[in-house]
Every structure is written in structure tokens, then in C-alpha cells.
């Protein structure tokens, strides 16, 4: 089966407005700034297996934290925004440290595991949703360049041989125009560790061509994803058991993997971890390597006694706590926790 996010393009369209390039973080603002639903976040399950129905928010993904860089080559992060539907996660923005009228805002909002069809389908529905928000309310008229698909610099992408839709990401630039001011802007949307990273730079268009727009975007996010660490807990978390396998019994004949060593004997078998002792480091290997060899590992989820980052000096930490949908009651808004560093 697979698990779906609540993410809907109608509900997109109804969120405007939300966030306009031009406006303070919170403040009221275009929906083709906000963070938008895209495709519908799925997650394929385990191969061979029947996996029990669960809420992808609140279930899939119960806590999410970002460690984020306060600073990036001239930009500094000077606001942080939540927003009150728990799907649209939270933003970012960065002011130019040069120029009072220039900054980026970023937003990071749940995605699932994207297969690249998935994440392609993602980034269109990006394109239409700014295609479509030349409207009462929204900008005056839009003219958007063609959608990229773009590589990753090597040492940014994923480290495993098999090729990951996080490998790529999609880039635009656009011309749009409202109350008189015409605006060079861009986009840039990323996949990284169960996340849409998305940011927008908008820059007068007497001070920068879209390309230009698009180019320092670009290098920007791609910055950003190497200085930011997202991490999760939930139900994505999909260990396989270890049994206790009496000293004297045999090998199981089913067993796909071996090790032997000290005296221990641990065996992986179809859906668990078979050994004389259960917590030894060897038996979790092999759990390890179940877990991958049955689709049970995802980029970004980790045990729920592992999500404590380290936050360096000159980053941030945002903490975010989801609830299933049916338990969220109408107007609540789940906590979020920030925690300081090199602040003061």
C-alpha cells in the first residue's frame, strides 16, 4: 500500500493568499509563495509485505527536526513562521546583509519517499500553481521561464550507488508583476530526508534579470541543503524484531544472512533477526541490513531514541510535532520548540 500525505492541489489553491515575495514572513501573501501541496506525498511499502493503514502525519511522520545554518554566504536568517495547517510546515527567511530590499524565503514542508516520477509531478504542480496565480488578489500577470531539472553537485547527493530523485532538483525563473512593480523572481524546489525544500528569491527586475534570480537561488538552496540536517521519527521507522535463538538450536534453513562470531550466532531470516543473543551489535547488523533489503529504511527517519542533533555554533533548531489529522482539533496549532545556538 502506500502512504499519502494530505497534501491536495484544491487545498493549495484555497490556501491563498498565504505568503507574496514582497511581504514579511506571516504576513498576508501570495499562495504561489506558500508552501504548496505539489503531487500527493506517497510512500511505497515494505516489498512482499502487509503493512496496517497509518496516517502518513501523526502516524508515518510523528516529529521532525531541522538543524538549519544561521548564515550563508552574506544572508542572515531573521524570522522563522509556522503555519497553522501542520502540512505546510514552516519557513525560513533570509535578509541580504547588503541590501535592506532583497531576501530569500525557504520553506520546508513534509514530502514522504518520492519516486522520480512523483517528484517531477511535484515540481509541475508548482509551475501551475504559479501559473495560476495571476488572479484578483494575486499578481497582475506572470511570465514564467521553462522548468529545469538539475544535478546536484556529486558531493551533495546521495552516497549510495542507486541514483535518488534527491539527486536532482527543479529550478524556474519567472517575471511577475503587481501594483505597478515588476519582480525578476525564481524558484527552487528540493527533496531531502522526507522533505520539500523549496525556496523564493524575487529581486526588481532594474536590479537583476531572471536568470541572475535564478542562478543566486540556485547556489543558495544548494548550500543550504549541505548545511541543513532534517531529521524524523515514526512510524517510518521499521525495524525488524530480534528473537532469541536458543544456543543449542540449528541454523534456521530459511536464513538469507549469517554471522558468526565469539560464540554468538545471529541469523536474518524473512521478516526478523534470529540470536543466541539479542543485543549483540552483530544481530543488529544484520536487522540493519534487513531493513534495506526490505524497503523498511528511509532517508531521514530515525529511531525515536536517536532524534537529539547536535545544534553547532551558528545554527538553529526548529522541532516539529505532528498529530494525526482526525486527532488535530479545528483552529489548534501543533507546538513548535526552537532551540538557540551562538545566539546568546
Given amino acids: 500500500m502506500k502512504y499519502r500525505s494530505p497534501h491536495a492541489m484544491a487545498l ?4 491563498a493568499p498565504m505568503l507574496a515575495a514582497g511581504a514579511p514572513v506571516g504576513a498576508s501573501a501570495l499562495a504561489s509563495d506558500a508552501p504548496s501541496s505539489a503531487a500527493a506525498s506517497t510512500t511505497a511499502a515494505p516489498a512482499g509485505e502487509t503493512v496496517a493503514k497509518m496516517p502518513f ?17 552574506g544572508w ?8 497553522d495547517d501542520q502540512q505546510y510546515g514552516v519557513s525560513v527567511r533570509y535578509a541580504d546583509g547588503k541590501r535592506e530590499d ?63 530523485p534527491g539527486d536532482v532538483y527543479y529550478s524556474l525563473d519567472m517575471e511577475h508583476r503587481r501594483e505597478g512593480r515588476t519582480m525578476s523572481s525564481a524558484m527552487v524546489l528540493l527533496l531531502d530526508r522526507l522533505y520539500f525544500v523549496k525556496g523564493r528569491f524575487s529581486v526588481d527586475v532594474g536590479k537583476g534579470s531572471r536568470r541572475h534570480a535564478r542562478e543566486r ?16 521519527t515514526g512510524d ?3 525495524p525488524l524484531p530480534i528473537e532469541q535463538l536458543p544456543p543449542d538450536a540449528p541454523a534456521p534453513a530459511d536464513a538469507a544472512m549469517a554471522s ?56 538553529r533548531e526548529i522541532r516539529l510535532e505532528y498529530r494525526a489529522l482526525e486527532a488535530v482539533e479545528p483552529g489548534s496549532v501543533r507546538p513548535l520548540r526552537t532551540r538557540k545556538a551562538g545566539l546568546g
Fill in 217 to 232: 537561488l540556485e547556489r543558495f538552496m544548494v548550500e543550504l541543503r549541505a548545511a541543513t540536517s532534517i531529521a524524523s
Fill in 260 to 315: 558468526e562470531s565469539g560464540g554468538v550466532r545471529s541469523y536474518l531470516v524473512r521478516d526478523r533477526v534470529v540470536s543466541t543473543v539479542v543485543d549483540d551489535p552483530q544481530a543488529e547488523l544484520l536487522m540493519m541490513a534487513g531493513m534495506t533489503m526490505r524497503n523498511r529504511i528511509f532517508p531521514g527517519c530515525e529511531p525515536a531514541e536517536g532524534l537529539n542533533p547536535l545544534v553547532p555554533e551558528g545554527k
Fill in 76 to 83: 542572515t536568517a531573521i524570522g522563522e513562521h509556522l503555519y
Fill in 12 to 15: 493549495c489553491l484555497a490556501f
Fill in 102 to 164: 532583497r531576501w530569500i524565503d525557504v520553506f520546508f514542508y513534509p514530502a514522504g519517499v518520492l519516486d522520480e516520477e512523483d517528484f517531477g509531478e511535484a515540481a509541475r504542480n508548482e509551475v501551475e500553481i504559479l501559473r495560476l496565480s495571476a488572479r484578483p488578489g494575486g499578481y497582475d500577470s506572470v511570465e514564467l521561464g521553462e522548468l529545469q531539472r538539475l544535478a546536484l553537485p556529486v558531493r551533495e547527493r546521495n552516497r549510495s550507488s542507486e541514483a535518488k
Fill in 236 to 238: 517510518c521507522w521499521m
Fill in 57 to 73: 502525519l501523526g502516524g508515518f511522520l510523528r516529529e521532525s527536526r531541522i538543524v538549519y545554518p544561521l548564515e550563508i554566504d
